[in-house]
């Protein structure tokens, strides 16, 4: 009877955590997030540059959709790894070296005014990137141009 007791209770507890693995099956076409990114654009072309917004959350990662317009600061996210898939315009890529004078802006992230020493990379529609977690960053748009691109945010430690 023990037994029975115990598998009982170890099914309750399992039931919940099932639940919230449930696998959520979203589809974005091209030009459902160019139309999502349209309504930032006034936010983008603001004194930061840049606007965002989350499509989905799951249990170790998010997605969103996000614009720039100016050059970016040095971005390190100590936690999360990224994924860009570049929608439109074009952009440079700095990875690597460093921040020299990057402070947390927030748990996990820290903020400096530029990438040194790092590589440079051309970004333009339809190309993948993949930033380890940690690896510093800085995303650097032409004046007159509109980069978006779509992220997915993986949480890795």
Same mark, same amino acid.
């Given at each position: ?12 507890? =399992? ?24 309504? =930032? ?8 540059? @840049? ?10 990662? #998010? &997605?969103?959709?996000?614009?720039? &317009? ?12 990224? #994924? #860009? ?9 700095? &990875? ?7 402070? &947390? ?17 051309? =970004? ?15 995303? =650097?748009?032409?004046?007159?141009? @509109? #980069? @978006? ?9």
């Amino acid at each position: 009877m023990g037994i029975k007791i115990a598998i009982m209770a170890m099914a309750a507890l =399992l039931l919940p955590a099932a639940d919230a693995q449930t696998p959520t099956v979203d589809h974005f076409t091209q030009s459902q997030l160019l139309e999502k990114a349209k309504d =930032l654009s006034e936010k983008a072309l603001g004194p930061g540059g @840049t606007a965002s917004s989350k499509l989905n959350e799951y249990s170790s990662h #998010f &997605t969103m959709i996000a614009l720039r &317009t100016k050059d970016g600061g040095a971005e390190i996210h100590e936690n999360y790894s990224e #994924f #860009f898939l570049v929608e439109q315009g074009q952009a440079t890529l700095v &990875t690597g070296g460093s921040a020299p004078d990057g402070k &947390t802006a927030t748990p996990g992230e820290i903020r400096g005014a530029s990438v040194q020493n790092g590589t440079r990379t051309a =970004l333009n529609p339809g190309d993948v990137v993949h930033i380890p977690a940690s690896v510093p960053h800085q995303l =650097l748009v032409a004046k007159g141009v @509109t #980069f @978006t691109y779509f992220v997915i945010k993986i949480k890795e430690k």
